[in-house]
C-alpha cells in the first residue's frame, strides 16, 4: 500500500502482540483499565505468511503451514519490539478499517525504521508496484532490497528456504506421557495466546508443540460463553488477562509442566521478573484452587501467602472478602491454654488463663467414623471409644501428647450451629470454634493425619472456613495413604474388647480379689462424675469399671432418688471440677480395698504421688469419713482436715459457728399463705414454665397497645434503620403484622435477631427489618413487662423428651389463653413456684397433671408446705397404682450414674 499522508500525527503505543513480519498490535497507555489496542501493518512491504490452523468448526479446511523465512520474520520483529514503545504514524486507511503505516522504535521518528530493518535483514520484500519515484521512503526501501539481494541475505540467501519452516505439533496423542517424560523440568516456551489469566497458549521450543497451559493451583475469573455464542465476563477478567497479557504475551519464558489430569496440562510459567501464579494472587485476580494446589512444584505455601495477602488487603476479587475471624479480639484468635480433656479424636477442652473452659475443635479434619451401622453388635450398647476403628488409637495419641500440658491455640473460624435435618440423616452440631493447634511447634492435626488416625475434610472451592495450614493437612494425609497408615491400611483393624463391669455386681464380685491381691494398679481416668466418683480403665485387665475414693465424704452433686432430684450440695461442683483437673484422662495407680453393693469399686487414687482423697480434704473440698480409720492414710487425712478448718476452706468457710444459731432457723415456723389472684395465661414454654398477665393491669396494657400502634400508625419506621443490640428495648412486627413491645436476646446476622415479647413472654426469630425503636414514652418506665414468668409448685417435670412433650400439650390445651387464679408457694433461683386453680372449678392444675400420671411430684420440706405436698404425693400413688401414663410401666425411677460414652 503506497502511503499518502506524510503529516498523519505521531502516535506512541506499547507493543503488545506480533502477527507477522508486517503487522503488530500495540496498546496505548493504561488509565482505569485494559487500555485500547490498534493493529498496524507496515507500509510499502510485504512479509510471509505464518502456519494456520484449520478451523475446527469447518471440518473441510486444512492446516497451513508457514511460508520461507515467515517464522523468522516474526521472531526479529518479537524480539526487537515485544514490551517496548514505539511511534507510528498512519499513512492509509482502508475501507475495511485496516491502518497501514510507518512504525519507529521509540518515542520520536528519529528511531529505528522497522519496514527498513526487516527489507535490509532480507525478511520482507518491497511493495514495488505502483511505486512513485518521488517518495523518498519507497525509494529507501528499494535501495536496502537491493543490497540485501547482494548480500544474499533471508529470503534472497541461495537454496528454498525449507530449513526456516517449522513443523508445528497441534495436538499431542497421549498428554499424560508427554508431561511425565519431561520430568518436570523447565521448558523454554513463548506464549502465544492469553485465553484468561490463568489458561494461556504456548509454544514449547526447540520442537514446536502448541499446546494449552492452566496455571497450577490457581483460578482467574472467566469469560462465559453464552448460548447466543457471545462471552460474558466475570468481575475482574478483563483485567486480570490484561495482566497476564502485558507480561507474559510473546515473552520468551520458562514452563514446568506438573501434571496433566483429564487431558488439562497442568504448569507454572517463570519469568525472569517473577513468578506469573504467585503475582496473579497477590494482586487479587485469582483465587486458590486445592485440587490443582497439590501439583504446585514451587511451594504451596507461597500461593496461600499470596492469597492472604490480597485477602488482607481487599483487592479486586476480595473487596469485599470478610475474614471468617474478623469479629474476634485478637486476644480471642490466638492464645495459650492448658489441655484438661479429650472429648474426641478432633476435639479438645482447654483451660483458659481467665479460668475459664473451652471447647476446640482442630481445624479441617475429621476423626474415625463408621459408615452406616455395619460394625453395630445390636445385642449391646455401642461405644464408640471402642468400637470404632481407630478412634482409641486417636484418641489415645492426643491424651499422651497434650493432657495437663500448655498448647498454642489459634483460631480459623467459627463453624455456626446446624440444625438436624427432618430424616434424622444429618444430626445437629452446636457452635463449633474450630483452631491448629500446636505444641512445641508440632501441628498436631497435621501429625494425626499423618499417623492415618483422622481425614481431611473437602471443601467447596468459595468456602474459607478451613485451617491455615490445610495444604499441610493433605500432603499428610497423601503421605498416610501412600504409606498405608491407620485408617489407610490394608491390615485388619484393631478390635478392642473391653469389658465394662460398672454396675455389674456379679462380675465385680469376680474380679474384686484379683484387684485386691494386685496392689497397685495401673489405670487411666476415663470419667469423673463426681469429686470423689470416677470411671477407670485399666489398660492391663482391658476393663472399665467405677471406682469410688475411700475415706471421704464428698458433697454430693443434684441427683434423682426415687424420681424426686435432690439438690446439689454446696461446693460438690467445685470438688468434681478440682477432680477433673488433677486425673481426668490421666495416668493413675489405684489400690482396691472392697466393693460396694453396686458392684463399683472402694479404694485410694494416686497421680504423681499424690493421694487424691488427701488432696480433696486438704482443699476443702471434702470431709474425713469414719471408714479411714482402718486405713494406714487416716492420720493424714485427719492432718488435712485439721488444716483445712484453720484456713476456714470451702465447706469449712462457717466452721466456728454456734449450733445454736442453725436450730433457731430450722425451727422457725411459718403458716402458708394463700391469696390466689387472677391472671392471664399467655405463653408455656417446652420446659413447662409458663408466662402470665395481670388481670388487674390488663386495661392499662391495651391502652398502651393501641395509643403506640396509633402513633406508629402516623410515623411509620424507616425499614431497616434500626441497629439491633442485645439487651436492647425496641418494637417488632409479629406475624400478624402488629408491633409489639419486645427485647433483644442474641444478634446472630442481620437476619437472625432473637426477640423477647416482654407483654406476652413468646419469643422469635425475626430479621432487623422488621424491628425498629420503641418510642420513649411507650418504654417499661412507663408500662412495666407485663408478661411474668412462673413454674409450677411441688411438680418434677419428666426427662423424656417425649413424656415432657406430651404434658406440655396437654397443659397448652387447657389453660393457654385463659384466666385462671395464681398463689406464689415458694421462690426459686430463676423464678417464682406457684399452683394454678381453673378460675371456674377451683380444680388445682399442677394436682390434676399429679392424678393423670404425666408428671412426678418434687417433694418439698418446708414444714408449712406438708399439707400441699402430702396431697400431691397421694394423688401420685393413685396414679402409681392405676398405671397411668408415667407409671404404666410399673415404678422405673432409680438412682443410677450416667454411663459413660462420647457423643458426637
Known sequence: VASSQKSSPLHIFTSLQVLS???????????????PERQINLSNIRAFTLARRAAQSQPDTKDTSDEPWAWQAREFLRKKLIGKEVCFTVENKTPQGREYGLVYLGKDTTGENIAESLVSEGLAVVRREGNRGNNPDQIRLCDLEDQAKSAKKGTWSEGAGT??????????????????SLHQKPINAIIEHVRDGSIVRALLLPDYYLVTVMLSGIKCPIFKREPDGTETPEPFAAEAKFFTESRLLQ????????????????????????NITELLLKEGFARCVDWSMAVYSQGADKLRAAERSAKERRVRIWKDYVAPTANLDQKDKQFVAKVMQIVNADAIVVKLNSGDCRTIHLSSIRPPRIE???NRDKDKRFRPLYDIPYMFEAREFLRKKLIGKKVNVSVDYIRAATAASDTGSTPAFPERTCATVTIGGINIAEALVSKGLATVIRYRQDDDQRSSHYDELLAAEARAIKNGKGLHSKKEVPIHRVADISGETQKAKQFLPFLQRAGRSEAVVEYVFSGSRLKLYMPKETCLITFLLAGIECPRGSRNTAGVIQEAEPFSDEACLFTKELVLQREVEVEVESMDKAGNFIGWLHIDGVNLSVALVEHGLSKVHFTAERSSYYKTLLSAEESAQQKKEKIWANYEESPQEEVVQVTEEKERIVNYKPVFITEITDELHFYVQDVETGSQLEKLMETMRSEIAAHPPVEGSYAPRRGDYCIAKFADGEWYRARVEKVETPSKVHVFYIDYGNREVVSSVRLAQLPPSFSVGSLPAQAKEYAFAFIQVPQDEDARADVVDNVVRDIQNTQCLLNVEYVGASCSFVTLQFSDSKDDVGLG?????????????EKHLQKVVTEYLNAQEAAKAARLNLWRYGDFRADDADEFGFSR
Open 251 to 274: 515473552r520468551d519464558v520458562q514452563i514446568i509442566l506438573e501434571s496433566c489430569p483429564n487431558q488439562v496440562i497442568l504448569g507454572t510459567i517463570l519469568h525472569p521478573n517473577g
Open 372 to 374: 452406616g451401622d455395619k
Open 849 to 861: 397433671l399429679i392424678k393423670e400420671g404425666m408428671v412426678m411430684v418434687d417433694v418439698r420440706k
Open 163 to 180: 530449513h526456516t519452516i517449522r513443523d508445528i505439533k497441534y495436538t499431542i496423542e497421549n498428554p499424560r506421557n508427554f508431561v511425565d
Open 21 to 35: 513480519g508486517c503487522a503488530i498490535i500495540v496498546r496505548g497507555q493504561p488509565r482505569g483499565g485494559p487500555p
